[in-house]
């Protein structure tokens, strides 16, 4: 599929969805509909084992919404939200585990987007900021007033959302906000080695990791250890078990086939 505000690119097992709108790769409409078919077509592709989100250029991971298209303008507002909120689902809930490459700005939708993903690594150039109070925004995609509280804790959120100040790298590492803070001279291709190893894991663990951990604040934690039992038996009962095994008795890397 052609598609005009992203780009899909595939090397190996790991596939990178770019959102590519310069100079800051804003979030329009058109994006959000794109993301979602990406998001759709690279878990139906056996190939893919592992999806990295980034954006296009040193300048923006992505600076939030385009509040000068067509997002804003009355009568889109709330298809324009209802994109958002399950584009952060789906972030969440595809099966295969997904890596957010953050480098430069990241804000408002851009910073809801890279932190529902599984992973969250950082340049050295990356800057937060949360700052909707400061332009009359209430977040409504269910990240900043939903999820951001479990992620790092009730004083922290606060902290970020009334003071909305910029956050940098090492800030946000600090917070939990993300995994690593990588050196931007080598930063694509530090991702680029995470991302494979990542590709190479066992598909049904990913898939019982994601869901459980997810349960976790969606749901409760009975239905958390309900979610393990159950995969814990599936996993059990599949050839990759039986290979992961084979493969440390013998030495060698395992070949998961998600079966």
Known sequence: MAYSAIRVEHVEKVSRIVLDRPPVNAVSLELLEELHEALNVLEARDETRCIVLT?????????????????TEPGSEGRFRDLGRT???????????????????CIGGGF???MACDVR???????????DAYIGVVPAWGM???RLVHFIGRNRSLDMLILGEDLDAAGAK???????VLPEETFDAEVAKIAARV????PISFKAIKEATRAQYWQSAPEAQEIEQRWADIGAASQDFAEGKAAFRERRAPVFKGL
Not at 56 to 66: L, P, R
Not at 121 to 131: I, V
Not at 174 to 180: A, F, I, P, S, Y
Request: charged share 20%.
């Open 144 to 146: 900043s007033l939903s």
């Open 199 to 202: 590709s190479g894991g066992a």
């Open 174 to 180: 600090e917070m939990g906000l993300v995994t690593r």
């Open 55 to 71: 954006g296009a250029g040193t300048k923006a991971f992505c600076a939030g919404a385009d509040l000068s298209g067509k997002a």
């Open 121 to 131: 690594l950082a340049s050295t150039t990356a800057k937060f900021r949360t700052g």
């Open 112 to 114: 809801a987007l890279g």
């Open 87 to 105: 584009a952060l689902d789906r972030l969440e809930t595809i099966p295969k585990p997904v890596i957010s490459a953050i480098r430069g700005w």
